[in-house]
């Protein structure tokens, strides 16, 4: 590497007994970076910023980056453009963010799929979720809904689990495939209750949803928004929230814990992470300013109509004690089902 001149006139009163050339040139280049990164975590951000959504347009994790994405930009004067990059249930949008520079500029907004349960289910994952990723901000919640055939007789939990317990083997569950949310809902559910539960899977919930309204399956664990038209029509019986608390949009609906199965709570997080190495200051910096925007009344509204919640604003180190606690809770679901993505 060539000399830096100007570098070397700098240093070399007070090191010329002790470096050479290349270490005046190797030092100087190192107090040049520092610089230059303690500039950039102190203005960021400086230019748009890019937030990879592992999911498609128009799902829920979209629309959920969205609503938050808005007001941040709001908040910072600068925009964060949304990047879809679905596949494989969110890893290969979650590998590219891991991939990318620690500066910033690249985030991840994600859910309990690519981070708690994926590396549970997929033993070849492109990623480490525990090492290649720098948690930043919990920023939602997601509960489902139990939805039951109106052909059960059941019209609470408890009558539920003494319906399935009075004719073991011959009740069964709709899903939206192996190894999803829904599956995983109903197979601790299941687990939890007592109770032997026969698994329906689907390509996705609008076939499922026709085969429950005609009976030929039990019951389906459902995104809230999706499930109460159909409750509300009375082509289904909506039984309980999977919530710690009942949901706005359907407050008449106690939680599965109060309705006869305590201990039993499930909500989809939505949460932000960077690359690895992301330094401490920045990655606070990011962190608040979600945390701002998720306590925005307006924010809050808009998630509310699709049967979202703003996370309670918390520090990096919680989200990743959290996200530790959730994903040790599902790999024991995984485990002790034997669910796999096949």
């Known amino acids: 590497m060539p000399d830096l001149p100007l570098g070397r006139r700098a240093f070399l009163p007070a090191f010329s007994v002790r470096l050479r050339p290349a270490g005046l040139v190797a ?26 959504v592992p999911f498609p347009p128009s799902g ?28 494989a249930g969110g890893t290969i949008g979650a590998a590219e963010a891991a991939k990318a520079a620690p500066d910033g500029y690249t985030l991840l907004f994600t859910t ?19 090492k290649d990723f720098t948690p930043i901000a919990h920023v939602a919640d997601a509960a489902s809904i139990l939805l039951v055939t109106p052909a059960l007789p059941a019209r609470n939990v408890q009558e539920l689990i003494a319906h399935a317990k009075a004719h073991p083997g011959q009740l069964n569950y709709a899903t939206s495939g192996n190894g999803t949310i829904v599956h995983l809902n109903s197979a601790a559910f299941a687990a939890r209750a007592g109770v032997q539960l026969t698994h329906v899977p689907y ?7 026709t085969d429950l ?5 039990h019951l389906l664990f459902d995104s809230i928004p999706t499930g109460l038209p159909h409750v509300a029509s009375g082509r ?14 359907a407050p008449e609906l106690p939680t599965v814990a109060e309705s006869g199965l305590p201990g039993y709570s499930s909500v989809t997080w939505f949460g932000v992470y960077g690359p690895a190495g992301m330094k401490p200051e920045l990655a606070a910096k990011i962190n608040q300013a979600f945390n701002k925007a998720i306590q925005n009344p307006e924010v809050a509204s808009n998630l509310a109509r699709q049967g979202v919640e703003p996370a309670r604003p918390q520090t990096p180190a919680r989200f990743a004690a959290m996200v530790r606690a959730d994903s040790a809770r599902w ?8 669910i796999t993505l096949e």
Do not use: C
Not at 236 to 249: E, Y
């Open 27 to 52: 030092l100087a280049w190192l107090t040049l970076a520092t610089g230059a990164f303690a500039q950039g975590a102190a203005d960021w951000p400086a230019r748009a910023v890019r937030v990879i």
């Open 60 to 87: 829920a994790t979209d629309l959920v980056s969205r609503v938050i994405a808005q007001r941040v930009s709001q908040e910072l004067g600068q925009q964060l453009v949304i990047d879809n990059k679905p596949g």
């Open 112 to 130: 309990s799929s690519t981070h708690a349960i994926s590396p549970h289910l997929m033993p070849r994952l492109p990623y480490n979720a525990d």
């Open 203 to 209: 390509k996705g919930t609008a076939q499922s949803i």
């Open 213 to 217: 309204a005609a009976g030929q399956v």
């Open 236 to 249: 289904l019986r909506a039984l309980a929230v999977t919530g710690d608390k009942r949901s706005a949009l």
């Open 331 to 338: 790999a024991q679901v995984i485990k002790d089902n034997r």
